[in-house]
């Protein structure tokens, strides 16, 4: 079993929303926690991420578009997905990682902890 669980996927037209939860493994002591995407034939890519003290991170071509974000009771990590386009098309992973005082990084080998992933599809 996953240590973290996805949810919110879903099939959406350009310009859409959608907005995926991910119940992470815990949530204590310094952390960065991510979402990260894959599409068919291409290499899995970061999104957005989290640290503990609130810094947030985005690729450059979600920025503006995506918001992540955790509940208040730090249980629950959310991406807010907005003005959707083809090109988000993917399967999306949230992961965790403990972590220092550095901004998070997109770099998937460094997280140790994975869902399963989630489907989004986007259609023109």
């Known amino acids: 079993q996953a240590p973290l669980v996805e949810s919110g996927g879903g099939s959406v037209q350009s310009g859409g929303s959608l907005k995926l939860s991910c119940r992470p493994r815990n949530s204590n002591g310094r952390y960065c926690l991510g979402w990260f995407r894959q599409a068919p034939g291409k290499e899995r890519e970061g999104v957005a991420g989290i640290h503990s003290d609130g810094r947030t991170k985005y690729t450059d071509s979600v920025k503006g578009r995506f918001t992540i974000s955790q509940g208040d009771a730090r249980n629950t990590l959310y991406l807010q997905m907005e003005s959707l386009n083809p090109d988000d098309t993917a399967i999306y992973f949230c992961?965790?990682?403990?972590?220092?005082?550095?901004?998070?990084?997109?770099?998937?080998?460094?997280?140790?902890?994975w869902g399963q992933g989630t489907q989004v599809t986007v259609s023109s």
């Open positions: 992961a965790a990682a403990n972590w220092g005082t550095a901004e998070c990084q997109f770099i998937p080998m460094i997280f140790p902890f």
